[in-house]
């Protein structure tokens, strides 16, 4: 009887501690999963542009720097996979302590979406 008790006892501490000790595990796949869908996630989220002739990268970078924070530096331009999908600007700040900053600009009426 004793031993009986003692192996359900231990099968329970079992079961316990390898649900605890899993959870880091799903969290990490979980999260890489997410980073690695990250540009479709992405892709999803970002406004409708019109579609249309496109106009010239520098009257679109022009365009996201009326938006930008003063000197900031037009950094990288994602240009539209789609013809619905906007040119995406980043900009990093002159100061180091701030974060760089996307801006999403119809590439036909030259209009920031967000």
């Given amino acids: 009887m004793r031993w009986r008790s003692f192996r359900k006892g ?3 501490v079992h079961l316990w501690l390898a649900i605890v000790l899993s959870l880091p595990l799903v969290i990490i796949g979980l999260s890489g999963s997410a980073l690695l869908l990250q540009r479709e996630i ?3 989220s ?3 542009a019109t579609a249309g002739a496109r106009k010239p990268l520098p009257e679109i970078i022009a365009a996201a720097q009326k938006s930008a924070p003063q000197g900031a530096v037009a950094k990288r331009i994602d240009l539209p996979r789609a013809e ?3 040119a995406t600007v980043r900009f990093t700040p002159r100061e180091e ?3 760089e900053q996307d801006f999403y600009v119809d590439p036909v009426t030259l209009k920031v979406l967000g």
Avoid: G, I, R
Wanted: proline content about 20%.
């Fill in 97 to 99: 302590d701030k974060p």
């Fill in 46 to 48: 970002q406004p409708s």
């Fill in 10 to 12: 231990l099968l329970k």
């Fill in 84 to 86: 619905s999908s906007p």
């Fill in 42 to 44: 992405l892709a999803h």
